[in-house]
């Protein structure tokens, strides 16, 4: 699924969630998501734990 189309998924989700999450924004990352990977940006590989702001 493309950036465009999961952002919009994600925006109609937020529309039928609770009111009290405060997201204003959603934002698409430019290149995807290997760019931000191949440029060695923080990248949670969490698979058996939720993540505690570590990356790998």
Not at 33 to 38: I, K, L
Not at 50 to 55: A, D, I, T, V
């Amino acid at each position: 699924v493309r950036g465009p189309s999961c952002a919009r998924k994600f925006a109609r989700y937020l529309e039928n969630v609770n009111d009290d999450i405060n997201i204003k924004e959603i934002m698409i990352l430019e290149g995807g998501f290997n760019r931000w990977s191949d440029r060695r940006r923080p990248v949670c590989r969490c698979r058996e734990v939720l993540c505690k702001g570590g990356s790998s």
